[in-house]
């Protein structure tokens, strides 16, 4: 299994930001992606993420700010963010793994290299 993001970087805040990851070793058939996202000082927490059956999800701190994405014949999902704050400032990973459908999200079992995203004041 083996990710490629891209995307992140530094915008003040307000603006917006898209990144993208590109998987491969597996398929949407196979593990849900999410993503998730780390500040300094932080624990890792839950971001988004698309089940096996397209259904998307959010934390509530990104909701109605953040979409996410895929495109299965590219094995691709991205994340729009829009009104970034500077509170977003982390740096963000693709993950795969299983699909918990009580608490609607991904549980990982791999993990990306991680982008930094940095929204200033």
């Known amino acids: 299994v083996h990710f490629v993001e891209s995307g992140g970087g530094l915008v003040q805040a307000g603006g917006s930001l898209r990144l993208s990851c590109q998987f491969s070793g597996f398929t949407f058939e196979d593990l849900s992606v999410g993503w998730f996202r780390q500040a300094p000082g932080k624990e890792r927490e839950a971001v988004s993420c698309i089940s096996s059956s397209g259904n998307t999800h959010y934390a509530d701190s990104v909701k109605g700010r953040f979409t996410m994405s895929s495109d299965n014949a590219k094995n691709m999902v991205y994340l729009q963010m829009n009104s970034l704050k500077p509170e977003d400032t982390a740096v963000y990973y693709c993950?795969?793994?299983?699909?918990?459908?009580?608490?609607?999200?991904?549980?990982?079992?791999?993990w990306g290299q991680g982008t930094q995203v940095t929204v200033s004041s």
């Open positions: 993950a795969a793994g299983d699909y918990n459908d009580y608490d609607k999200r991904v549980e990982p079992h791999y």
